[in-house]
């Protein structure tokens, strides 16, 4: 597989308290299986759609009194996890956790956006990130939900070398980053509808073939619509809270409604 560009978003993985009910929930709504666990890192457990790997879910570290609120953490590829975790902190971010080799399969390191936006890098090894994309079960796309949108634009761009781009629609205050003439990530503003409780976040956007289905059975097993499901020119989509709290959301990306918006 070829290198995806510096700055491409690369992988998706998210800690859970009850590991086996992630898999539960995530392997009926999105029909992932589940590779065995490798206890020899923390019991990280890769999820795969047909074969390929799509995400990864993993418990709490031992000894971990309080575990973290569960969320999903998008990674962007880097082929210098240490030169980017050096960008991050020059352009006002904080470095969580510092560059860490995870055995041959490549270097990880976590951050943080001077508007509180937690994501990852990934340095690849033999772990090159999504095999699959676009697809029913797998990774479609991603957006950065920000209440300062004016220091998430500054850093991301400056870290990543983005362009951008701004939705001509006065009720919406929406950008896309891209990479060239390749747009790799959202970002919305947060109004006064997100409770002051919701931190910023990346939401995931994970294909699927039925909207509505997805989330009635998201529903069936204890997760919570939070909107939607709503009709756009990009697809069908609505955003879940899992039982265990983590956002995310689905789309059908082929059932479109309405025109594509204007960018400037």
Not at 211 to 230: I, N, T, W
Not at 239 to 246: M, Y
Request: charged fraction near 25%; glycine fraction near 10%.
């Amino acid at each position: 597989m070829a290198a995806r560009p510096e700055g491409t978003p690369i992988w998706t993985d998210a800690m859970f308290t009850d590991a086996e009910a992630a898999k539960t929930f995530y392997g009926d709504v999105l029909g992932w299986t589940f590779a065995e666990a490798a206890t020899e890192f923390g019991g990280y457990t890769q999820a795969s759609k047909d074969g390929k790997a799509v995400a990864a879910v993993v418990p709490p570290m031992p000894g971990q009194d309080t575990p973290p609120q569960s969320a999903w953490c998008l990674y962007f590829s880097s082929p210098d996890a240490a030169a980017t975790a050096e960008r991050i902190r020059t352009a006002g971010g904080t470095v969580l956790m510092e560059p860490m080799r995870i055995g041959e399969f490549g270097t990880m390191c976590l951050a943080r956006d001077p508007a509180g936006v937690v994501f990852g890098v990934w340095q690849p090894g033999t772990h090159e990130g999504f095999e699959l994309e676009g697809e029913t079960g797998s990774y479609a796309w991603a957006e950065v939900f920000t209440r300062e949108p004016e220091k998430s634009d500054a850093f991301f761009t400056s870290v990543f070398g983005y362009g951008s781009k701004r939705m001509k629609d006065e009720e919406v205050d929406y950008k896309v980053f891209d990479l060239g003439s390749d747009p790799v990530l959202g970002r919305m503003t947060m109004t006064d509808d997100f409770p002051p409780e919701v931190p910023p976040y990346i939401q995931i956007y994970f294909a699927v073939d039925n909207c509505d289905k997805a989330v009635e059975a998201a529903e069936r097993l204890s997760g919570r619509k939070v909107f939607g499901p709503m009709d756009s020119p990009f697809g069908r989509f609505a955003a879940i809270l899992d039982p265990q709290g983590a956002a995310f959301a689905v789309i059908d990306m082929r059932t479109t409604v309405g025109e594509m918006p204007e960018m400037e």
